[in-house]
C-alpha cells in the first residue's frame, strides 16, 4: 500500500492571486505554491547547517541526512530528534564517536541538485558500503509500474506542479512515497524513514522524479540500495559512481520505455 505521511500541522502550500494565460485570454486566477521554510541544524549542540524545505517528515530529512553523510549507522544512535516549528528548529542528540560529527564541521559544497543542494563529502560515496546484496531479479513491467505509482501520487505535486518526490519500493509495491522541493532533500526523507522503520533495503527499489546526480548516488550507497530509478536524466558522474559502487541505473522511464545502465546489482527482463 502506498504511504505518505505529515508529521506537522504545518501547511504545506500557499494560495496566491494571479493571472493565467489560456487560449487568448488573460484571467484571473488563483494559484497554489509549495512552502518553502528555512529550518536549522543542531546536532549535540553544534550549529549544522540551515536547508530550505517542504515542512513535512523533516524528522526523516534530517535523519536521512545523517545517514547519507555517514554519520549514523543505527537507528539507536538517535536518543532525540525534536523539531520546532515555531522556531524553525531542528535539534538532534546523537551517541556517536567524535570522529563521525567531526564530518559535519568540514565546508559544504553546493551541487547541481536543485533548491541549492547540498552535500558535505561526495567522497562518502565513493567506496560500496555493501558488497552482500543479493542480485535482483527485476520484471521490466515492475519498473514500469512503479514509477507510474510515483507519476500519479495525489501528493502536493498534484496542487502545486512544484514538487520533486522519491519512493522506496518492493517488488510488488510502493511503500511509500515523500515529497520535497529539491530531489536530494526528497530522497534524504526515503533513506530516514528506511532507517528509522528498519527497512532492509538490499533488495528495495529507490524512485525519484528528479534527476540521478551523483549526490543521490552518494545517498543512495549509503542506505544500500541497489538500484535508483528517475523518470529524468542521469549525470554522467553519477553513472561512473554507480559503475564502482555496484548500484544499477535506470532513466527516462516514460510511456513503456527506459534507458538501463546495468552494474551487476540487477537482471531485468
Known amino acids: 500500500m502506498i504511504r505518505s505521511s505529515h508529521d506537522s500541522a504545518e501547511k504545506l502550500t500557499v494560495e496566491m492571486p494571479a493571472k493565467r494565460y489560456d487560449k487568448g485570454v488573460l484571467e484571473s486566477k488563483n494559484i497554489f505554491l509549495a512552502r518553502e521554510v528555512p529550518y536549522t541544524l543542531f546536532v549535540n549542540d553544534r550549529e549544522i547547517l540551515s536547508m530550505a524545505t517542504l515542512p513535512s517528515n523533516l524528522r526523516e530529512l534530517f535523519v536521512g541526512f545523517m545517514v547519507s553523510e555517514g554519520v549514523l549507522l543505527s537507528p539507536s544512535e538517535v536518543l532525540e530528534c525534536v523539531i520546532d516549528h515555531p522556531n524553525r528548529l531542528a535539534r538532534m542528540e546523537l551517541d556517536v564517536p567524535e570522529e563521525r560529527l567531526e564530518k559535519l564541521e568540514r565546508k559544504g559544497m553546493l551541487t547541481s541538485g536543485c533548491a541549492g543542494g547540498l552535500v558535505f563529502s561526495v567522497a562518502a560515496g565513493s567506496s560500496p558500503r555493501d558488497q552482500t546484496r543479493p542480485v535482483l531479479s527485476l520484471p521490466a513491467s515492475t519498473v514500469l509500474e512503479r514509477m507510474r505509482e510515483l507519476d500519479t501520487f495525489h501528493g502536493i505535486y498534484s496542487i502545486t506542479r512544484g514538487v520533486h518526490a522519491a519512493s522506496v519500493a518492493t517488488m510488488d509495491e510502493t ?23 528498519r527497512i532492509d533495503t538490499r533488495d528495495k527499489l529507490l524512485l525519484t522524479t528528479g534527476r540521478i546526480t551523483s549526490e543521490v548516488l552518494t545517498k543512495a550507497s549509503g542506505s544500500n540500495f541497489p538500484i535508483v530509478i528517475s523518470r529524468s536524466s542521469a549525470s554522467a558522474m553519477a553513472v561512473g559512481m554507480a559503475k564502482q559502487l555496484h548500484i544499477d541505473v535506470i532513466t527516462y522511464v516514460r510511456a513503456g520505455r527506459f534507458n538501463y545502465l546495468p552494474h551487476g546489482a540487477t537482471t531485468i527482463y
Open 175 to 197: 511503500l511509500v512515497i515523500l515529497e520535497d522541493l529539491g530531489r536530494h532533500n526528497a530522497v534524504d526523507k526515503i533513506v530516514g524513514h528506511c532507517f528509522l522503520d
